[in-house]
């Protein structure tokens, strides 16, 4: 995972946390999990009978829809990232198994673009301290919405505390 720094003003990553769902040598791909959009996947895809959220992915590809989920046995031609989380898959798949109700809210997680990274940019964004990686899992499916960021921040303590209370935009304090 990569935790955004309390320096990053980026309007786009500001206060994320980003899943790393590929990482190698000619670039990284990830989710934002924690930016709903406050709209639900029918409203994006009219043949999936689902009121499942859409989170913002991240700045590129954003008139697609990307999904990270736990339902291998389900979705066909997925992508391993760890433990039981996949991404990617199969769409014939996805659309029969959320149509027949097979899987829940807590197994699939849809995204409204992705987060990428070119040969050696992450690294070089790392190296100038705009994130922080994070080896430790979180519940992708959790229901912490916007305040991940701030749980993240509290784990790693310290010099991070500061910034537990302070708003987004720390001129407006």
Known sequence: MLIAQPALFDYTFNRTVVLLVD??????????????????????????????????GGPVNTDNLYYVHKRPDLISES??????????????????????????????????GYSGWGENQLQTEVDDNAW???????????????NLWKQQMR????????WLNTPADPNMN
């Open 23 to 56: 990482h190698n040598e000619a670039g990284s791909i990830g989710f934002i999990l924690n930016k709903p959009t406050n709209q639900e996947l029918n409203s994006y895809v009219s043949e999936l009978e689902s009121d499942f959220p859409v989170y913002e």
């Open 79 to 112: 992508e391993h990232i760890s433990g039981n989380l996949y991404w990617s898959g199969n769409y014939d798949d996805i659309r029969q198994s959320i149509n027949r109700g097979l899987i829940g809210h807590d197994e699939i997680r849809f995204y409204l």
């Open 132 to 146: 922080i990686i994070v080896n430790e899992k979180v519940d992708v499916f959790g229901e912490w919405r916007n």
């Open 155 to 162: 784990k790693l303590g310290g010099e991070h505390l500061i």
